[in-house]
């Protein structure tokens, strides 16, 4: 059976040298690898900005990092059945200064019948690669027991 040895305890040149040096110190004290790509919770973070295209053909980001998994977030008016989102990994999305040509996008549809000129699009983060969608008024999801009639998923590239 292969014995499970934690990655700072192998071998590897600069990093096992660093290592060293910090145990050897006379202060020194066990070292713990942090992952940037997770939270506190140990949970990954949703690496994506979502937005939708400005006047001058920009990313406008409209949900960032600090929108959590599971919350809704409100997006755009609700004026047909379809609406485009605009998304990226990259931070200058958020200074209104990158083309939406240089970001990816995904078509949001809803069924015809969930339609709703007085809703909004209201989206939710429910894994680093995916989000689900649904229209409804503002007022009806600010209700803690609120449940969306239609709720729909979409996996991002």
């Not at 240089?102 to 949001?108: G, P």
Request: some cysteine.
């Amino acid at each position: 059976m292969e014995k499970l040895i934690s990655m700072d305890r192998i071998k590897t040149g600069k990093t096992g040298v660093a290592f060293g040096l910090i145990r050897s110190r006379e202060s020194g004290r066990d070292v713990h690898i942090l992952n940037a790509a997770m939270t506190k919770d140990s949970e990954i973070l949703f690496p994506y900005l979502l937005g939708c295209e400005d006047r001058n053909s920009c990313v406008d980001v409209l949900i960032g990092e600090n929108v959590g998994y599971g919350i809704w977030a409100r997006f755009l008016p609700c004026i047909g059945n379809e609406l485009e989102l605009y998304y990226t990994k990259e931070a200058r999305a958020q200074s209104h200064n990158m083309p939406v040509s240089e970001s990816n996008y995904e078509i949001m549809y809803i069924d015809d019948e969930y339609v709703n000129e007085d809703g909004y699009f209201f989206i939710r983060k429910i894994a680093p690669d995916t989000i689900e969608y649904t229209v409804a008024l503002t007022e009806d999801m600010e209700s803690p027991s609120f449940e969306p009639l239609k709720i729909y998923s979409l996996k991002l590239n």
